[in-house]
């Protein structure tokens, strides 16, 4: 059974720090892409940031190029998205997914539950 939890969210002010985390398990996690995604109310969800399987590329979004980093600890079947520099618009739920694609199956995505982060002074 696949599992992605998300932990790591919660309240922070304006400037602050959070490191997100999001633990696999059930599937051989070094062949999985990871991103994350965030979805505040009344808007579609984004994405934030993604990291290949090997961790050797990465993209972001705009708005958080700079600010965050997005890693993986592939002895941990583990993907940390390290938020600096918060801004209230940053305020959502944030979600990871992990997706596998081969040339037989195509591509097949399985997404985490998602952790609330809250900037607010």
């Known amino acids: 059974q696949v599992q992605l939890v998300e932990s790591g969210g919660g309240l922070a002010q304006p400037g602050g720090s959070l490191r997100l985390s999001c633990a696999v398990s059930g599937v051989t996690f070094s062949r999985y892409d990871v991103t994350w995604y965030r979805q505040a109310p009344e808007k579609e969800r984004e994405l934030v940031a993604g990291i290949t399987r090997t961790g050797s590329s990465t993209n972001y979004a705009d708005s958080v190029k700079g600010r965050f980093t997005i890693s993986r600890d592939n002895a941990k079947n583990t993907v940390y998205l390290q938020m600096n520099s918060l801004k209230a618009e940053d305020t959502a739920v944030y979600y990871c997914?992990?997706?596998?694609?081969?040339?037989?199956?195509?591509?097949?995505?399985?997404w985490g539950q998602g952790t609330q982060v809250t900037v607010s002074s």
């Open positions: 997914k992990a997706r596998i694609s081969s040339s037989l199956l195509g591509s097949i995505d399985y």
